[in-house]
T-cell receptor, first 115, second 111 residues
Framework: GAGVSQSPSNKVTEKGKDVELRCDPISGHTALYWYRQRLGQGLEFLIYFQGNSAPDKSGLPSDRFSAERTGESVSTLTIQRTQQEDSAVYLC?????????????FGPGTRLTVL | QKEVEQNSGPLSVPEGAIASLNCTYS??????FFWYRQYSGKSPELIMFIYSNGDKEDGRFTAQLNKASQYVSLLIRDSQPSDSATYLC???????????FGAGTRLFVKA
């Protein structure tokens, strides 16, 4: 079936605006992850979902960031009052189960630019 | 100390040589270890995973894990220019499902 998809692929916004990033996981994958990757840097873990539950939100950088997931389907990452330091590629990944060793399949990412 | 550390490189090797990529981690209880490859402007893709001490081979790739020393490495034999990419080491934290990535090592394979 199709892989992980993310939308939009690119988003340019003005400082202070809110943005919503969307992730469609692989069908049947119960686990979903969000990461942030700044230019030239590694992946920064943000949050994971098991079904629609997010047991660990400690990776979210600030209270301007929130995420939700509908069942075992679409997830949205919302950034309120965006700041320039939020500029990055936001990657979503899904895996079949939330097992410690399950392979994560990544989407193409959303490149966010905050002016 | 970073939770997962990698030499940022770049590591440059000639075509046909062995490329050796190293990674150390701080959480002694970590159980699962992964190597991802990321081409410029693309998303990471899984190369290998390893759970047990020792070596695991898959084609030209060999992952090595030493839990006592808290390091994991990736060897690429017969390196090709198409192997030029950033290689990310990832570790699943003990008792949880949080995946911690290293900053990655850039590899250049010269033709």
């Amino acid at each position: 079936g199709a892989g992980v998809s993310q939308s939009p692929s690119n988003k340019v916004t003005e400082k202070g605006k809110d943005v919503e990033l969307r992730c469609d996981p692989i069908s049947g994958h119960t686990a979903l992850y969000w990461y942030r990757q700044r230019l030239g840097q590694g992946l920064e873990f943000l949050i994971y979902f098991q079904g629609n539950s997010a047991p660990d939100k400690s990776g979210l950088p600030s209270d301007r960031f929130s995420a939700e997931r509908t069942g075992e389907s679409v997830s949205t990452l919302t950034i309120q009052r965006t700041q320039q330091e939020d500029s990055a590629v936001y990657l979503c990944a899904s895996s079949l189960e939330l097992a410690g060793g399950d392979t994560q399949y990544f989407g193409p990412g959303t490149r966010l630019t905050v002016l | 100390q970073k939770e997962v550390e990698q030499n940022s490189g770049p590591l440059s090797v000639p075509e046909g040589a062995i490329a050796s990529l190293n990674c150390t981690y701080s959480d002694r209880g970590s159980q699962s270890f992964f190597w991802y490859r990321q081409y410029s402007g693309k998303s990471p893709e899984l190369i290998m995973f390893i759970y047990s001490n020792g070596d695991k081979e898959d084609g030209r790739f060999t992952a090595q894990l030493n839990k006592a020393s808290q390091y994991v490495s990736l060897l690429i034999r017969d390196s090709q220019p198409s192997d030029s990419a950033t290689y990310l080491c990832a570790v699943i934290s003990a008792g949880g499902f949080k995946t911690i990535f290293g900053a990655g090592t850039r590899l250049f394979v010269k033709a």
